[in-house]
């Protein structure tokens, strides 16, 4: 499957991210080469093949719903661009 | 002392021949004489590794030292080490100081080691050259005009330099092997949930593995057994007992059935890499194992799997970075969107970009199908693939990588070319299965390595058939000149 700028455009709103207009179309061109490469699969059939997710076919295991861990709010929220009382501060563009 | 392997350094510290301090202070020298050449590490944490190299020494002195007490180590800056900054090779990141340990870093601490530093790596561990990275390319020591692969470029070319005796990776489709193979050192991808992933930043959950790199088997075997184990914290951690895996390194190769996958020595693979890995099968049965010729028919398919797979998984993983609890934030955002989409093409490169827009499409509505869940049914297939031949065999061996390393700036404008740098590793990953890679040759200055595959848990195996190699041949001594 080969993809044009338009479609480009659409994938990068969906990812969240801004890609320059120049930047496109080589975007465009790679985007199409790795699709043209996995499309090698096509080859094979695969009906009444069961998917792999895990590579163990192992189910997640589950734990019990119980608090673990202590409070650090202060210690993770010193990484954050902004903090104030506790809270994260974006610009005011966010509702 | 920058010569000696773990196993000798372990030794040495216990014998009071050095401290731990004095090793420290001279690895820290040698880094900070080396690395501007190198490009290895991103972060050196000088001040810490002498403060934990002092705490090792009284540890030793009270009579609770381990076998790694004091011994230095790089981490790959893919780790979270509290208080130290986490980069993953990211411009996203680059600021990023972890508020925790990841799993690997807390258990190599209790074990006694002395972190060194953080090692370079491309960028969010996409890439197979190490020129991905926003702190820019790792040099090979081998030959400063190639690259040393990727994506644990740094911490490979640490250790190859005899900057660290031993050093952290992860492996999501090649990246501890391809870069041991290139740099001429040995690492090991454990089986998937061997290692806990737990504060390892996530690329491709459901293949994403740590390990150890180092120059030997036997020390690869040292740092495993202490890093490896059940975690509670990481959903596919397995809860099964670490074996000693010092204590089987020494088994004899009698008898021991290893299978050559036609599909791996056919086109693609260089001349002259195949002239030295098929030397090295000649050393193994000199060693008594028996060699035969399979078949995994699928392999072909599995670069064009592994490239729905990873990007599929790494397109969600990475809309964490959002521009609002940490990492790069952009200026003056004029709304909601225009935040999170520049913040996002800011902090991410080209590799990671083109990775997160195949993923996004191939999740995307009525794509799914097509792209994702038939991926997940190759990857079924390159798994019974290999379940057929441990059937018959006990490891699996073939050249690590088709090439030796490549030089900077070759391959890292045609994506396609670069990818299929991983193709005997990436089919490893999508089984789930440990692989190991050895140092056995060169081509001219280059290193060439040997893969070694096993069944599920089988790493005992692969790190015993590694040393009983490294115990006939002196490939794994050799040193780079410019760093001897």
């Not at chain 2, 979270?80 to 100081?97: A, E, N």
Request: glycine share 8%; net charge negative.
């Amino acid at each position: 499957m080969s993809l044009g700028p338009a479609e480009v455009g659409k994938i990068a709103h969906l990812a969240r991210l801004a890609i320059r207009e120049q930047d496109v179309p080589a975007y465009a061109r790679n985007l199409s080469a790795i699709l043209e490469l996995v499309e090698q699969m096509n080859a094979v059939d695969t009906s009444g093949v069961a998917p792999l997710a895990n590579p163990l076919d192992m189910a997640q295991r589950l734990r019990a719903d119980e608090v673990t861990e202590t409070d650090q709010r202060a210690h993770f929220q010193a990484i954050a661009p902004r903090v104030e009382a506790g809270l994260y501060l974006v610009p005011k563009v966010i509702e | 002392m920058h010569d000696k392997t773990i196993a000798q350094l372990s030794a040495g510290l216990a014998a009071g021949e050095f401290s731990s301090e004095e090793l420290t202070r001279a690895l820290l020298e040698r880094i900070e004489q080396f690395n501007p050449s190198l490009n290895a590490f991103i972060t050196v944490t000088d001040e810490a590794a002498l403060s934990q190299a002092r705490a090792a020494d009284q540890r030793r002195r009270q009579g609770q030292a381990e076998p790694l007490t004091g011994v230095p180590i790089a981490q790959k800056d893919i780790f979270c080490t509290d208080g130290v900054r986490t980069s993953c090779g990211s411009r996203m990141l680059d600021r990023f100081i972890a508020p925790y340990n990841a799993t690997v870093v807390d258990k190599l601490n209790a074990a006694g080691m002395v972190m060194l530093g953080k090692t370079n790596m491309d960028e969010f561990a996409m890439g197979s050259s190490n020129e991905t990275s926003f702190y820019g390319p790792v040099r090979n020591p081998w030959d400063l005009d190639a690259v040393p692969g990727g994506s644990s470029g740094g911490s490979a070319a640490a250790v190859a330099a005899r900057l660290a005796p031993g050093a952290t990776g992860t492996d999501t489709g090649g990246s501890i092997r391809q870069p041991a193979a290139l740099c001429g050192i040995t690492g090991i991808k454990p089986t998937y949930g061997r290692v806990s992933r737990w504060g390892m930043i996530a690329y491709a959950s459901s293949l994403d593995q740590g390990g150890p790199f180092a120059r030997t088997a036997e020390d690869c075997a040292l740092l495993l057994g202490a890093m490896a184990g059940f975690d509670p914290r990481d959903s596919t951690s397995v809860n099964q007992p670490v074996p000693d895996y010092v204590a089987a390194l020494d088994q004899p190769l009698t008898g021991v059935k290893i299978g050559l996958p036609k599909e791996y020595f056919g086109d693609g693979l260089d001349g002259s890499v195949a002239h030295v890995v098929e030397a090295a099968i000649t050393e193994y049965q000199a060693l008594g194992a028996q060699i035969v010729e399979v078949s995994l028919p699928n392999s072909r398919l599995a670069i064009p799997a592994y490239y729905v797979i990873a990007p599929a998984e790494c397109s969600s993983n990475l809309a964490r970075f959002d521009g609002v609890r940490y990492g790069h934030r952009c200026d003056q955002p004029k709304d909601l969107l225009d935040l999170y989409t520049r913040s996002r093409a800011e902090g991410f490169g080209a590799e990671v970009t083109r990775r997160i827009l195949v993923g996004t499409f191939a999740l995307s509505a009525g794509y799914y199908d097509a792209y994702y869940l038939k991926a997940q049914q190759i990857r079924r297939l390159i798994s019974e693939d290999f379940q057929r031949v441990f059937a018959q065999v006990d490891v699996i061996a073939g050249p690590t990588s088709p090439t030796v390393a490549f030089n900077l700036g070759e391959k890292v404008d045609d994506p396609i070319t670069m990818y299929l740098s991983d193709i005997y590793t990436i089919a490893v990953n999508l089984a789930g299965l440990p692989g190991l890679s050895l140092p056995v040759g060169f081509v001219g200055q280059r290193p060439v390595g040997l893969q070694l595959i096993g069944n599920y848990f089988a790493e005992e195996r692969l790190l015993n058939a590694a040393h009983r190699y490294q115990q006939a041949t002196d490939w794994h001594r050799r040193t780079p000149t410019a760093f001897a």
